[in-house]
């Protein structure tokens, strides 16, 4: 069984900043992308960012220059650094990873069960 775990949500003022953590944990061989995504009420589920293995990051139009990215390969985490966040911003962010649970077997794409992140005054 492969979880993804996520921590950091709440609520945070417009303008402030939140980190959202995620950890893999479980039968895991290897993890190829890992990434974040978010749903607002009412809206389809969008990329937020997303990073290869190697470091390579793929980051929304409508976030460059305010959010982050980072993983950690060897404790199998991924982070999402925000600043500067907006009302409009507010959603449930999903962790994601492709995840190969034995060497036997291909690549599994898995959710975490969601974080809420209100962004309101």
């Known amino acids: 069984q492969v979880q993804l775990v996520e921590s950091g949500g709440g609520l945070v003022q417009p303008g402030g900043s939140l980190r959202l953590s995620c950890a893999a944990a479980?039968?895991?061989?290897?993890?190829?992308?890992m990434g974040w995504y978010r749903q607002a009420p009412g809206k389809q589920r969008e990329l937020v960012a997303a990073?290869?293995?190697?470091?390579?990051?793929n980051v929304a139009d409508s976030v460059k220059g305010r959010f982050t990215i980072s993983r950690d390969n060897a404790k199998n985490t991924v982070d999402l650094r925000m600043n500067n966040l907006k009302p409009e911003e507010t959603a449930v962010y999903y962790c994601?990873?492709?995840?190969?649970?034995?060497?036997?077997?291909?690549?599994?794409?898995?959710w975490g069960q969601g974080t809420q992140v209100t962004v309101s005054s």
């Open positions: 994601n990873a492709k995840i190969r649970p034995v060497p036997t077997r291909g690549f599994f794409e898995y």
């Open positions: 479980g039968s895991i061989f290897s993890i190829n992308d």
């Open positions: 990073i290869t293995s190697g470091g390579t990051t």
